[in-house]
Structure formats: C-alpha cells, structure tokens
C-alpha cells in the first residue's frame, strides 16, 4: 500500500509542491495580518495542491499521446535517457492510461468540491479565480507548446493564486496583492524556465516550442533567466513604493548568493550538461540523492533542485519580512 502511494506521488510529480505550498504562503501571511480567515486560507491551500498535482498529470498524459503518435518513437531509447521522467510510468507500462485520467479526474473533482464551498461561503468572484485556474490546468500542456508556458505558470501563481486566496480569506479584490505576488511569480517562473532550459535539445526534437529554444542555443537563452533573477529582487521595490508592506521585505536579498549561484550552475551545464554542480551547505535539501546518482540524474536533477531551493528560501524570507514589518 506505501509502495503504490508513492508510485502516485511520484506521477504526480509531488516533489514540485513547495513552490504552489510557498507562493501560499506568502499571500496567506498577508491576509492573516490583514484579519484574513485562517481555516479558509489553509482550505485553499489543500484546493489548490490538488489542482497542481491533477495540471502535473494531466500534462503527462497529453504529452504521452503525442510522443507515441510520432513515427520515430524508441520506447527503448526513450527511457534511456535519465533526464526526462515525463511519462516514463505510462511508457513503461507501470500505470495505464485510465488510471492515469482517473487520478486526475480525483484530483481535480476534490479540488472542485473545495471550489464549491468556497462559492457557498464567499460567493461569485470565486467563480472568476477558479475559472480561470482551471482553464489553465486543463490547457496547460497544449500552452507549454508554443511558447506560453511562462506565461501560463505567471498567471497561475500570480494573481490567480494570490487573488483567489485573498479573496477566499477577506471576501474583498485588491489589487495590493497582485503586486506582492509578483516577486514570488518571477521565482517561479525561473523554475520552469530552468527546467525548459535543460530541455532545449529535447523539447525541440518532440516538437515543443519554448522561450528557452527559441535562442540559437542553451547559453543564449540565459539572458532571459539572468533578466528574471535581476527582476525578482528589483520588483521588491513595488511593496514598499505601494506601501503594501516595509523595507523588511528586503531580507530577502540574503538569498542572491544562491541566485549566483544558480546562474553559474546553468552556465556550467549549457557549456557541459554533464557537469555536475559542487554539493555546497546552501543547496539542501535535495532529496532521493542516493536513487538520483545510480540513475545518473544528478546534473539534472541537482539544478532543479537549486531553482526549487531558491524559491523556498526566497518565500520564506519574504514572509518573515511581512511578519518582521507588522511587529
């Protein structure tokens, strides 16, 4: 029974949670200061894990369906190459389709049922939020192929996210909390772009087009992931100049160490994609290492991991400074 939950956790991509859990958080803090209602916010939280794990596989199981209806798909080859777990369950044969669509048929039906309580509860403009979120997790993987995913994942973490939990916790739309998301979004975003990065040479050959492979090639296209690291801390300045919160919000700044960082990571892979980044006490935690290096996925997965790491700290600093300016 342990062995199959983690079989679907692991098709659900779950290690990809803290940054829906984080970018949470950060709007909750907000509106628990601002007299929001707890319960409903944690509510929210659960509503929205459930709409990101159903995205996650439902994106699996449309990017299945084009791979096997290209004429030189190597099921063999495929699942040799390390770096792309993307429907390695359905190609492998350990899950089937109908329990892949049943799984996120669960996921997106208790998310539903949540949605309808809070339409109960908070009334109509819930409706827009949650429209608008299920339209781009239903039409995510169609998105990501012609060059939107940036802008789908933006939306979705941005004033969806934090619009619709705002307005689950207080009952009122302000347009304060599109500018505090948006920090929190470039973060994000910077996830996904770094993954399709890594992609470049594979998404080209399944035919997905991307920011990233829109460059000549993988070193080129990191002016845009040096553009959104600059703009991440920059954007802190519109808290402070809509008043939204204080200086406070600048500890976050501790954190560009590790964008440095990350940016000197990518670099080394777009010249060597079989570098593997020097293991640093910052980098934690990155998890499953012992499983990642027999599969020989730490070039990959190590850089994920930087990008998901920075997003948790980055958040967390950001909250404590919303904390740090209520005090």
């Not at 970018?23 to 929001?36: E, H, K, P, Q, R």
């Not at 084009?66 to 099921?75: A, E, G, R, S, Y």
Request: aromatic share 14%.
């Amino acid at each position: 029974m342990l062995r199959k939950l983690l079989v679907l956790l692991e098709i659900s991509r779950f290690f990809s949670l803290p940054m829906t859990i984080m970018s949470w958080l950060v709007i909750f803090t907000y509106a628990s200061v601002n007299s929001g209602n707890i319960i409903y916010g944690i509510l929210c939280l659960l509503g929205i894990c459930l709409a990101h794990l159903g995205t996650n596989v439902l994106d699996d199981y449309f990017d299945y369906k084009t791979l096997i209806k290209q004429v030189n798909f190597d099921k063999k080859e495929y699942l040799k190459n390390t770096q792309k777990t993307k429907c390695r369950y359905l190609i492998s044969g350990i899950i089937s389709e109908r329990d892949v669509l049943t799984l996120a048929f669960v996921y997106f039906s208790i998310a539903g049922l949540i949605g309808i309580f809070f339409f109960i509860k908070c009334g109509m403009p819930i409706l827009y939020f949650a429209a608008a979120g299920g339209f781009i997790g239903i039409l995510y993987s169609f998105l990501s192929k012609i060059r939107m995913s940036e802008i789908a994942v933006a939306l979705a973490y941005g004033p969806i996210l934090y619009g619709g939990v705002y307005f689950v916790m207080t009952k009122t739309i302000s347009w304060e909390v599109f500018v505090l998301s948006v920090p929190t979004t470039i973060v994000t975003v910077i996830l996904l772009y770094i993954h399709t990065v890594m992609d470049f040479d594979f998404d080209l050959s399944e035919g997905h087009l991307t920011v990233a492979n829109s460059f000549d090639s993988q070193l080129d296209s990191l002016i845009i992931l040096k553009f959104l690291l600059v703009f991440a801390y920059i954007s802190l300045l519109g808290i402070c100049i809509f008043d939204i919160s204080d200086w406070q919000v600048f500890i976050t700044c501790l954190t560009i160490p590790l964008s440095i960082d990350l940016y000197k990571s990518m670099s080394d892979y777009s010249l060597d994609n079989t570098s593997v980044p020097e293991h640093k006490w910052f980098h934690f935690p990155m998890e499953n290492m012992e499983r990642i290096k027999k599969l020989n996925a730490e070039s990959f997965m190590i850089r994920m991991y930087q990008s998901r790491n920075l997003m948790i700290y980055y958040a967390s600093l950001l909250v404590i400074g919303l904390i740090l300016a209520e005090i």
